[in-house]
């Protein structure tokens, strides 16, 4: 046999050998990887056996509270408006204020200085103790020297239903009353005037015009004389006692 044909019958067979060395070398590779990762499952799986397991999560129950009970908040109270408080300390500081009037009335020297008093005292007569009433009443009295009559007659009416122990708002009802000739009502309506204000003396002044026009001369005489009583130099009332006097001397004769 030539050298070429050993050389290339050697090669062949080393080309042979290595190809079985390799298949058997990677046949024991996978065989061998396969063993590992088995075992590798297996040492997982006893680790997982072998770890104790966590314990329980124990959820807290909630704490027991009251029932929330709807309870509606408490109103503020309103402050108390003091003009607005009608019995009481505003009936005794009226009270206090009108007997020191009425004292300096009796006792004033001049006319000025009655007329001074004497327009104090109509303020305190007017006052309801609501400043919104009072208001009305001014109204009321105005819209009868306008002979705005029917708009008289919503003031009075507003501030009768609410202060009908106001002497102010029966001697303008009474005057209304005469406007419209309606003699017996406001006879009636100046008559409780005097009852609740017995010293208010343009009450006595209007209820005395109005026995003058019944003709009962003598209850007039009497009223007129009543109110310079109380207000001294009070002027109408002189007068219309002085005419009464001289009509009653003359029908004398």
């Known amino acids: 046999m030539s050298l070429n044909r050993r050389l290339l019958y050697y090669d062949r067979a080393m080309i042979k050998t290595r190809s079985i060395l390799y298949l058997s070398a990677m046949t024991a590779l996978i065989m061998t990887g396969a063993i590992g990762i088995a075992a590798a499952e297996d040492i997982s799986t006893s680790g997982k056996m072998q770890q104790p397991m ?65 327009s104090r005292l109509r303020q305190s007569f007017v006052r309801t103790g609501s400043d919104s009433l009072d208001l009305m009443l001014r109204w009321a009295e105005t819209a009868l020297n306008q002979s705005r009559d029917a708009e008289a007659q919503d003031y009075i009416d507003e501030v009768m239903a609410q202060r009908p122990d106001n002497a102010t708002v029966w001697q303008l009802r009474a005057r209304l009353h005469l406007r419209r000739n309606e003699l017996a009502p406001a006879l009636s309506d100046i008559r409780q005037a005097m009852i609740l204000e017995p010293r208010n003396f343009d009450v006595l002044i209007n209820y005395a015009t109005l026995l003058r026009e019944t003709g009962n001369n003598k209850g007039a005489l009497w009223l007129y004389s009543q109110a310079l009583s109380v207000y001294p130099m009070m002027k109408e009332a002189q007068d219309e006692m002085l005419k009464l006097t001289e009509a009653d001397s003359d029908t004398a004769l």
């Open 54 to 118: 966590p314990p329980a999560i124990t959820i807290p129950e909630p704490a027991k509270t009251a029932p929330v009970q709807n309870i509606a908040p408490k109103a503020k109270e309103k402050p108390k408006n003091p003009d607005v408080e009608m019995a009481g300390p505003l009936t005794e500081v009226r009270q206090k204020e009108q007997e020191q009037l009425f004292a300096d009335l009796r006792k004033a020297s001049t006319p000025e200085k009655s007329h001074a008093i004497a």
